[in-house]
């Protein structure tokens, strides 16, 4: 299956597989394992595929590194390795790529992601019309299920499913409005 | 409401409640609401905090399952490349493609000469100035002489995935296979790769200078 163009070149020019000593692969692991998780939970949305895509990381990397490369070429070379296997997959589950890991993230051109993506969500949210924030609100911050927002909003509980679907769509377009 | 767009809130249903979403087609037109939807859950208390069992777990499972790779120190000697590289083109030359884990074999004793095979000169030293490669291709092996300031390696210039023949990118200072989208470095080792199986190392090829010709051990 090919993956789509520009998801496949993990690794760019990075030089982290000279070296001949052993790499302390546990200090590795215990410097990386939050942020790699952190990265992938919020391309996923959920644990269980969060877990295993972190568990596909360094299960695939840490046996290619050696003690040469510097910590930062190890930390990209980790989310080079990150940004592969989610592409994988989307392209695997869904068929198309509903998030992607920048290919330049972490150098200085492409800084990293916000720790706490909070505010920016609550500025996507502050910036919906107020039905599209409530079900948002509701569904994603209080977790609450269709059946709960829908009687919360006095709708129906397929109305707030059609509200949800139209209120993604608009935050998307925000979000992207606010990149730009 | 579409059955698509039910498919789509199903979907949106598993992701909230933290289970993993199913597979679902034909979602391109609703690839931003998906997108959404995953950022969107980055909001919810304790989003993106690993649970430590699973921290504890993989830590485990990573030993378990890869232990002997990383932590195994191939450090090796003039003699091991040597031989293992003589090897390494006895064995491409018959067709066989070699693992990484051949590297870090036990070193045969002496310097190994495999049977039948010969010093075979592959290039004039002065085609291949300090920092460029050269590939060549002598009927037997398929390989790439690099020169590293003034010191020449020679590797197999066969992808070890199914054998397609790589290409040599001078540019980007890699070979890439036109097969799958890999890519090794001129040491050898795999840059990236597409595949998810496990892409073993190129086997590097015994190499020497002889009356400035490049010679590679070859059969």
Redesign the interface.
Known sequence: M??SSGT????????V??G????D??AV?REN??SI??LL????????????L??QV???A????RSGASRGEIHMYLR?TAR?VLA?HWQR???????TIDENIGSPEAPEPPAD??PR??RILSRLPANYRRV?EL???E?Q??NETAAQMGISA?NA??V??RA??R???L?QEMVS | MSRRERRISRWIDDLIRDRKPRRLRGAQQEKDVLAAAVEMRSASAGAGLPDPRFVESLRQRIARETQGEVARAPRLSRRTLLASGGLAAATAAAGLILGERFASAPAPPGELTPEGGRWVAVADVAEVPAGTAKMFDNGSVRGLVVNNAGTFAALSAVCTHQGCLLRLNADAKRLDCPCHRAAFAWDGSVLFKQMPDALPSLPRLAARVNEHKIEVLAV
């Open positions: 090919e993956p496949d070149d993990p690794a760019g020019s990075f030089h597989i000279d001949d000593r052993p790499l692969w546990e692991y394992i939050a998780y952190r939970y919020y391309k996923v949305g959920n644990q269980p595929d969060a877990e295993d972190t568990s360094f299960l695939d840490l046996p290619r590194l080079a592969t994988t589950r869904l068929g198309v790529q509903v998030t993506p909070l969500i609550r948002l569904r994603f911050l977790r299920s269709v397929g499913r059609v949800q679907h993604l769509q935050a998307f377009e979000g």
